[in-house]
T-cell receptor, first 118, second 108 residues
Framework: EAGVVQSPRYKIIEKKQPVAFWCNPI?????LYWYLQNLGQGPELLIR????????DSQLPKDRFSAERLKGVDSTLKIQPAELGDSAVYLC????????????????FGPGTRLTVL | GQSLEQPSEVTAVEGAIVQMNCTYQ??????LSWYQQHDGGAPTFLSY????GLEETGRFSSFLSRSDSYGYLLLQELQMKDSASYFC?????????FGPGTRLSVLP
């Protein structure tokens, strides 16, 4: 079974430019998460989707960040315009919450996109 | 908001046992997960505890005490490949809040 796929793996842009990240979750996983991870820190939740609905976007800086999950499968996270402080690894994760128990709480992470804003 | 505390670094030798602690805030808490992350890699799931007690999976064990708002990950028979960062993640409602992580270094 294929894992969570993210692209690109690396992205270098100048500040004020737009950037987009793409995530394809594990087939059948209804829950999708976007996290931001700074060096030496734990992942921080940006947004959580249940199918195509964004059920928690309270930590998403909506002035510059946006996300979508059309048809409840793939998802895209966009930053426009990017700032120097946005340099980080952006992680996508998925889970099958309907499975219940410990399995329902297991999140499968993609390899992440390392963003560098110059 | 909810925040978790973990020691920043732990060092141990091959074959030893190491315990990595995690404290969390109680309000709205459902359970505690543990993830391993090698440098440049993705976090990978290790365990989830919803009830008090010890859960064992091979060389890894995870413990939870809800009354103390505390949990730990225990690694036995340490191997060099166990050198990584270990994150606890507390479930609050439908979301997980990750701790800052403990960086484990295993020495030969």
């Amino acid at each position: 079974e294929a894992g969570v796929v993210q692209s690109p793996r690396y992205k270098i842009i100048e500040k004020k430019q737009p950037v987009a990240f793409w995530c394809n979750p594990i087939s059948g996983h209804n829950t999708l998460y976007w996290y931001l991870q700074n060096l030496g820190q734990g992942p921080e939740l940006l947004i959580r989707y249940e199918n195509e609905e964004a059920v928690d976007d309270s930590q998403l800086p909506k002035d510059r960040f946006s996300a979508e999950r059309l048809k409840g499968v793939d998802s895209t996270l966009k930053i426009q315009p990017a700032e120097l402080g946005d340099s980080a690894v952006y992680l996508c994760a998925s889970s099958n919450r309907l499975s219940g128990g410990a399995g329902g709480n297991e999140q499968f992470f993609g390899p992440g996109t390392r963003l560098t804003v110059l | 908001g909810q925040s978790l505390e973990q020691p920043s670094e732990v060092t141990a030798v091959e074959g030893a046992i190491v315990q990595m602690n995690c404290t969390y805030q109680t309000s709205g808490f459902y359970g505690l997960s543990w993830y391993q992350q090698h440098d440049g890699g993705a976090p990978t799931f290790l365990s989830y505890n919803a009830l008090d007690g010890l859960e064992e999976t091979g060389r890894f064990s995870s413990f939870l005490s809800r009354s103390d708002s505390y949990g730990y990950l225990l690694l036995q028979e340490l191997q060099m490949k166990d050198s990584a960062s270990y994150f606890c993640a507390a479930a609050y409602g439908q979301n997980f809040v990750f701790g800052p992580g403990t960086r484990l270094s295993v020495l030969p």
